[in-house]
């Protein structure tokens, strides 16, 4: 079954350092996306960044960017240059396509980003 | 824009009633679906719809039904609300066919509670 890892419940980070929030996932399909996503308190999600299982480069977006280790099963999202607006819930997701059906996604339990002034 | 709206965003009821949570999207997507939050537990899918008056079950169905009689609208239903099922409520969206890499859409959460 497809599971996503993310083993830091909770971190904090200076403002303006850099800082790397870790995912781990579990799929026997070749063929699979990953997604990370911000929950601001507010609530909603946001959309950051997409790594897809046959992309030979890193996924990199404005200061989001993927450390992507495929044969590790490892998907670390890289925010550089912390800003306050920065703090919130970020989740790491999972879809597989195999295409024989609604290709579900799956999401891990989340990690809290403190960003200290 | 893209655009999910849930029609509450707080909601308190009572153990037994039946309530309603209506979800709707204006980017004409097949696919709709609802999602319960809990902390340490991320998101968990209730149920989903890819077409109009078509339903799938996802992880955690139970206590819950769902409605889609128009394309843009998807409605979550708990038949008789209990504690348990105070939550985060997400619903989200995305188009049908090859778009494994198009995110899902989401609507701002309806937080519920019941008492």
């Known amino acids: 079954a497809q599971k996503i890892t993310q083993t830091q419940p909770g971190m904090f980070v200076q403002e303006k350092e850099a800082v790397t929030l870790d995912c781990t996932y579990d799929t026997s399909d070749p063929s699979y996306g990953l997604f990370w996503y911000k929950q601001p308190s507010s609530g909603e999600m946001i959309f950051l960044i997409y790594q897809g299982s046959y992309d030979q480069q890193n996924a990199t977006e404005g200061r989001y960017s993927l450390n992507f280790q495929k044969a590790r099963k490892s998907a670390n999202l890289v925010i550089s240059a912390s800003q306050l607006g920065d703090s919130a819930m970020y989740f790491c997701?999972?879809?597989?396509?195999?295409?024989?059906?609604?290709?579900?996604?799956?999401f891990g339990p989340g990690t809290s980003l403190s960003v200290i002034p | 824009d893209v655009k999910v709206t849930q029609s509450s965003r707080y909601l308190v009821k009572r153990t037994g009633e039946k309530v309603f949570l209506e979800c709707v999207q204006d980017m004409d997507h097949e696919n709709m679906f609802w999602y319960r939050q809990d902390p340490g537990l991320g998101l968990r899918l209730i149920y989903f719809?890819?077409?109009?008056?078509?339903?799938e079950k996802g992880d955690i169905p139970e206590g819950y039904s769902v409605s889609r009689e128009k394309k843009e609208r998807f409605s979550l239903i708990l038949e008789s609300a209990s504690t348990n099922q105070t939550s985060m409520y997400l619903c989200?969206?995305?188009?049908?066919?090859?778009?494994?890499?198009?995110?899902?859409?989401f609507g701002d959460g309806t937080r519920l509670s019941i008492l």
């Open positions: 997701a999972m879809r597989e396509t195999m295409k024989t059906s609604y290709d579900k996604v799956i």
């Open positions: 719809s890819y077409d109009v008056k078509m339903k």
């Open positions: 989200a969206s995305d188009p049908w066919g090859d778009y494994s890499n198009q995110p899902q859409h």
